[in-house]
């Protein structure tokens, strides 16, 4: 159905007017000026012809088919003019026209009616408060941006307008071509995940640009977009994540997660290259566009000066790459070419006086080397250097092999001309070397990604109504947040290891339970109302004997009595001791645009003050929980260090993938702790000592 918008074989424009003050005149006109092929059909309510074309007062009274229509009218009079084009069998549309949700209130309401009347004729609509759409291919520019882009195989759709022509106009002065060419606007219909969706195999788009500022269905996104980076690069930037998406949190990970960590979860779990800026952005889509795909991560570096070639060496060694070692032939080649004060290991420094030829001798050696995936190249401009030349030399080499090459020709003026012939050969330039190297690096994170096998998943039997059950129990009696035995009861039906634990109301009963389980024992108060039972005291480990339980009761007792009089008190929970092991935290917090947002880190009383924790959305991967484990800095220390024994890390990965289950089961929980999780050696399991669940 796409097809309609970006292909279309003819094209009606409301609000084509004959005054050029006017934006649908300047739609026309771009329509006109750049080469479209279709049938095009001003519509205009009293003008009989405009830029030469005959203008019709409806596109009820066109007499041939239209494919798309293209809106600048008032938003008062949007809906009558969609509600024609559904009767005339259009099947696209791009509207222009601002005024919808964008000014809330009446506009909001306006907006829905728009969407209703599009999908009750089932037809496709990009806007409204957009820019409009540009095809190169089609070489349709229906839209009121000052030109139209070179032609290239960049695909960029962008959420904001503004940017779009921004984007637009630095293109055309750093010669970047472009395939299509969208302003999303208001995405009432067509949205990211519809282009990601279209634009996926395209063969006019190498890669895939995304300004996005909100994302409405997240887990479809990621869902599509995992499609689409398998084979062709996404490379995103997202604004807005500072401050948006913040809200109060009571447990620990809502307290640590946020909408940053939110997307940066979701770009890394969907493939999605992001850029933390613009610059960045187009670096990566030049290296996408114009370089075949790197194959590893070993590069080599040629350089005609000392610093530059120091500073891309450090930013290989912390990016990913590795500095490709030559073979001994590949040095003794360098070394009969070379000058004998030229550096003939990597980076391969051709020194300050190298000629264009010198430089060749060295591109040719690196690339020839079986031992090098990739070739970064730096050039300063010196007293015999000669740029252009140089270029010239280095787009001859590049057709003669499939590794990639990028660029860092670095100067002002006198590189200009060099820096154009690369550009127009399709070599990216970077004006610092840590550009270069940073985009080659994307690459192979794109290349490890693309090769990434098909993820595994795992499920367990668990009582699900008996959750089920619980929770409408809870509800029942007003609350959202369940009680420490309610939350063990919800980890239990989903497998988890428990401490053996029961409630007592005096401090006999807690004696009488503390001889059966047998000491040492813990106290815990049990209340819905208190959240954190350390802070008050509430909490007594190590006790002994019968006398330490009834002095813990009472004092336990007295203090939640004193810090929250109104609380709720079920009474004191009696705990088996669990030995000692490594502490781990197992959390969720619901994120309103990707849903369950699961951390695992360093648990205890240290969570908050570390903030050693890892990210993932569930449900997840087995893979994914095994790299969410890895990724933590504490990772070392349940590994085992200076001869300690490895913890039990398959029952950390198991408990993670319950958790994911059971948060993907019940969508009703929006955040729920376990912490600790107490992780004994190898071979020993884990237990739950402590839970906490809240529902919406």
């Known amino acids: 159905?796409?097809?309609?918008?970006?292909?279309?074989?003819?094209?009606?424009?409301?609000?084509?007017?004959?005054?050029?003050?006017?934006?649908?005149?300047?739609?026309?006109?771009?329509?006109?000026?750049?080469?479209?092929?279709?049938?095009?059909?001003?519509?205009?309510?009293?003008?009989?012809?405009?830029?030469?074309?005959?203008?019709?007062?409806?596109?009820?009274?066109?007499?041939?088919?239209?494919?798309?229509?293209?809106?600048?009218?008032?938003?008062?009079?949007?809906?009558?003019?969609?509600?024609?084009?559904?009767?005339?069998?259009?099947?696209?549309?791009?509207?222009?026209?601002?005024?919808?949700?964008?000014?809330?209130?009446?506009?909001?309401?306006?907006?829905?009616?728009?969407?209703?009347?599009?999908?009750?004729?089932?037809?496709?609509?990009?806007?409204?408060?957009?820019?409009?759409?540009?095809?190169?291919?089609?070489?349709?520019?229906?839209?009121?941006?000052?030109?139209?882009?070179?032609?290239?195989?960049?695909?960029l759709m962008s959420q904001s307008g503004a940017i779009c022509a921004a984007i637009l106009d630095w293109s055309h002065q750093q010669r970047i071509g472009f395939s299509r060419f969208v302003s999303l606007g208001n995405k009432a219909d067509v949205d990211e995940v519809t282009l990601l969706e279209a634009w996926n195999r395209d063969e006019h788009s190498k890669v895939i640009l995304a300004y996005l500022e909100a994302i409405d269905d997240g887990p479809n996104f990621?869902?599509?977009?995992?499609?689409?980076?398998?084979?062709?690069?996404?490379?995103?930037?997202?604004?807005?994540?500072?401050?948006?998406?913040?809200?109060?949190?009571?447990?620990?990970?809502?307290?640590?997660?946020?909408?940053?960590?939110a997307y940066e979860t979701a770009f890394a779990q969907s493939g999605i290259l992001r850029a933390r800026t613009m610059n960045e952005l187009f670096d990566l889509a030049l290296v996408f566009a114009y370089q075949p795909m790197i194959r590893g991560n070993r590069v080599a570096i040629v350089t005609n000066a000392g610093g530059p070639g120091i500073i891309a060496t450090d930013t290989v060694e912390r990016s990913g790459l590795a500095m490709a070692e030559f073979t001994p032939e590949t040095i003794r080649r360098l070394q009969a070419k070379l000058p004998p004060n030229a550096n003939f290991f990597n980076p391969i420094d051709v020194i300050g006086d190298a000629t264009p030829d010198r430089y060749a001798w060295a591109i040719e050696a690196a690339l020839a080397d079986p031992n090098v995936d990739g070739l970064i190249i730096?050039?300063?401009?010196?007293?015999?250097?000669?740029?252009?030349?140089?270029?010239?030399?280095?787009?001859?080499?590049?057709?003669?092999?499939?590794?990639?090459?990028?660029?860092?020709?670095?100067?002002?003026?006198?590189?200009?001309?060099?820096?154009?012939?690369?550009?127009?050969?399709?070599?990216?330039?970077?004006?610092?070397?840590?550009?270069?190297?940073?985009?080659?690096?994307?690459?192979?994170?794109?290349?490890?990604?693309?090769?990434?096998?098909?993820?595994?998943?795992?499920?367990?039997?668990?009582?699900?109504?008996?959750?089920?059950?619980?929770?409408?129990?809870?509800?029942?009696?007003?609350?959202?947040?369940?009680?420490e035995i309610e939350a063990r009861e919800v980890i239990e039906a989903y497998g988890m290891r428990l401490p053996r634990s029961r409630l007592a109301q005096t401090p006999d009963e807690a004696v009488a339970i503390a001889n059966e389980f047998g000491y040492?024992?813990?106290?815990?108060?049990?209340?819905?109302?208190?959240?954190?039972?350390?802070?008050?005291?509430?909490?007594?480990?190590?006790?002994?004997?019968?006398?330490?339980?009834?002095?813990a009761f009472e004092l336990i007792e007295y203090r939640a009595r004193k810090y929250l009089p109104s609380a709720r008190i079920w009474g004191i929970l009696v705990q088996e001791m669990v030995r000692k092991g490594r502490e781990i935290l197992v959390g969720m917090t619901r994120d309103p645009q990707f849903g369950p947002l699961i951390a695992v880190g360093?648990?205890?009383?240290?969570?908050?003050?570390?903030?050693?924790?890892?990210?993932?959305?569930?449900?997840?991967?087995?893979e994914e929980v095994q790299e969410q484990i890895r990724s933590i800095r504490a990772y070392p220390l349940l590994r085992g260090v200076r001869g300690e024994p490895p913890a039990d890390i398959a029952a950390i990965e198991e408990t993670i993938l319950r958790v994911s289950q059971m948060v993907t089961d019940f969508p009703e929980i929006v955040e729920m702790d376990i912490n600790p999780l107490v992780v004994h050696h190898e071979g020993e399991g884990a237990i739950v000592l402590d839970a906490r669940i809240i529902l919406n």
């Open 1 to 155: 159905m796409l097809e309609a918008i970006f292909n279309p074989q003819s094209v009606a424009v409301f609000g084509a007017s004959p005054n050029p003050a006017r934006l649908g005149h300047r739609v026309l006109k771009n329509i006109i000026d750049h080469g479209y092929q279709g049938r095009i059909y001003p519509i205009h309510p009293r003008a009989t012809e405009v830029l030469g074309f005959p203008a019709y007062p409806s596109v009820m009274a066109v007499p041939d088919p239209v494919d798309l229509a293209v809106i600048v009218i008032p938003p008062q009079h949007v809906l009558a003019a969609v509600n024609e084009c559904g009767q005339k069998g259009v099947r696209g549309l791009v509207v222009i026209t601002a005024g919808f949700k964008e000014v809330g209130g009446a506009g909001r309401d306006l907006e829905r009616e728009l969407l209703a009347t599009v999908r009750r004729y089932g037809m496709r609509m990009i806007g409204p408060n957009s820019l409009g759409i540009i095809d190169t291919i089609s070489k349709l520019n229906a839209s009121f941006a000052n030109a139209m882009p070179l032609p290239g195989n960049i695909a």
């Open 222 to 261: 990621i869902r599509v977009a995992r499609e689409v980076t398998k084979v062709t690069p996404v490379v995103a930037i997202k604004s807005g994540t500072t401050a948006a998406g913040t809200r109060a949190a009571s447990s620990h990970t809502g307290s640590l997660a946020g909408s940053e960590t």
């Open 378 to 483: 730096l050039f300063t401009p010196q007293a015999v250097s000669d740029p252009l030349v140089t270029a010239r030399l280095i787009i001859d080499l590049s057709k003669q092999t499939t590794k990639p090459i990028v660029t860092s020709f670095m100067g002002g003026a006198s590189i200009t001309s060099a820096v154009e012939a690369l550009n127009t050969a399709c070599i990216p330039n970077y004006l610092f070397p840590e550009r270069a190297v940073q985009s080659l690096a994307a690459m192979y994170r794109q290349s490890l990604w693309q090769q990434r096998p098909a993820p595994t998943y795992r499920t367990f039997p668990v009582d699900r109504q008996r959750v089920a059950d619980l929770f409408a129990k809870v509800r029942a009696a007003g609350r959202v947040e369940l009680g």
């Open 520 to 551: 040492p024992v813990v106290l815990k108060i049990s209340s819905p109302d208190i959240l954190h039972k350390s802070d008050i005291g509430g909490v007594r480990v190590g006790l002994h004997d019968a006398t330490a339980v009834r002095d």
């Open 602 to 622: 360093m648990g205890g009383i240290y969570v908050e003050v570390l903030k050693d924790v890892a990210f993932r959305l569930a449900p997840l991967s087995v």
